[in-house]
């Protein structure tokens, strides 16, 4: 698919603060997607859409939600429904129809059991692209050019915590995550 639409898009909806994010996300994946052995466009185009309803207004993602037939946790939680809608409408409305690509954004801020190497790479690259500032990304960053699985189970452990201490509503799909990968994990290390 060609990305001028989507640029087009971002260009004329998202805030300068998105903006910078968006691109960062987008360099961040195709890096990761080349020393990984993923489909750089592939990784280019989940990162251009990833965040496509990330700074919409409530009303207008409840909206979304029920019209696109998306369960009712979605609704006033923009946090887990941006992602979402934005898959139904990349598939929708730009014809797209990988389900990598669609599961990568539709995944990326809550991860999911059994992700793929697409999916690992969108929402790690979310979490550590060149404008993120919290305490551990560095951390996050060093991991990620290692060992693409360790910098995702960090990153789920530290969001389990973060949202956890929240008192917020935590995904299952974030927690079945983060259990995937520790068995995955324990498992490499007993088959050595």
Do not use: W
Not at 8 to 30: D, L, M, P, Q
Not at 135 to 144: F, H, I, K, M
């Amino acid at each position: 698919m060609n990305t001028d639409s989507i640029n087009s898009y971002i260009e004329k909806n998202f805030s300068e603060k998105r903006k910078i994010h968006t691109e960062g996300v987008r360099s961040t994946a195709i890096s990761l997607a080349e020393k990984y052995g993923a489909d750089p466009k592939k990784a280019e185009l989940a990162a251009l859409f990833h965040d496509m309803y990330r700074g919409v207004p409530v009303d207008a993602l409840n909206y979304y939600v029920k019209h696109l037939g998306l369960d009712k946790r979605y609704l006033d939680n923009c946090n887990l429904a941006h992602g979402k809608i934005a898959a139904i409408i990349m598939k929708r409305d730009y014809g797209i129809e990988d389900e990598d690509i669609l599961n990568a954004v539709s995944f990326h801020t809550t991860g999911r059991k059994n992700m793929s190497l697409l999916e690992k790479i969108i929402y790690i690259a979310d979490a550590i692209e060149p404008s993120r500032h919290y305490p551990g990304v560095e951390e996050l960053r060093e991991a990620a050019m290692k060992d693409l699985d360790l910098a995702c189970l960090l990153s789920l452990e530290h969001t389990i915590e973060y949202v956890q201490g929240q008192g917020s509503f935590l995904d299952e799909d974030t927690l079945r995550a983060r259990n995937d990968l520790r068995k995955r994990r324990e498992m490499e290390k007993i088959n050595g």
